[in-house]
């Protein structure tokens, strides 16, 4: 079937999209992502300085201690890492999920989207149907327009050297 011209390109990517999970050999991949992201998405909402730190983080190994604490899953396209999300569980209460940043290499394309929906899939799956995330500022709308409520801004505290503004989130799993 060849495409037509008025398909939506997030359509066409949706399909040559794959999910999985993260492994040790793709770390590598994940630091050059989160990095570059992080620069080209956030240059309206955070200092050059906050920048420089988070990627100081990434490229440090406490980074890959922080990876290992969480699923965490990327969104390959062909060979290329386009986007990552994690989970872990988080609270006393046993029903609450903490959702990882979503980090995309192509914005408005739909991949942040099927992350989302992968990670907050698999809590459920494992008995989580609240969710809990941080984002900033340039993030939120897209969580917004999938059902996550700003419950609180602050800082986001990554390591004694990395700290970034940021809106807290919360969102209830549908029945």
């Known amino acids: 079937m060849i495409p037509s011209a008025v398909t939506a390109p997030a359509t ?6 794959q999910v999985r999970p993260i492994g040790l050999d793709d770390f590598s991949e994940v ?3 989160h990095a570059s992201a992080l620069s080209a998405q956030t240059v309206d909402v955070l200092t050059d300085e906050e920048v420089a730190a988070f990627k100081a983080l990434v490229y440090s190994p406490a980074y890959t201690d922080i990876l290992m604490q969480e699923e965490v899953y990327g969104a390959w396209l062909e060979d290329e890492l386009v986007g990552t999300v994690s989970w872990h569980a988080i609270g006393d209460d046993g029903q609450s999920a903490g959702i990882g940043p979503v980090f995309v ?6 991949i942040g989207r099927r992350l ?3 990670a907050e899939a698999r809590a459920r799956q494992s008995g989580f149907d609240k969710f809990a995330g ?3 500022a ?5 969580f917004q327009r999938l059902g996550y409520k700003i419950v609180s801004r602050g800082v986001k505290t990554l390591s004694p050297t990395c700290a970034l503004p940021v809106a807290f989130l919360r969102k209830e799993a549908r029945a």
């Open 134 to 136: 941080w984002a900033t």
């Open 12 to 17: 066409l990517l949706s399909h040559r999209l």
């Open 31 to 33: 630091r050059y992502l």
């Open 138 to 142: 340039n993030a939120v709308p897209f």
């Open 116 to 118: 989302l929906a992968e």
């Open 105 to 110: 290499q192509y914005a408005r394309l739909g």
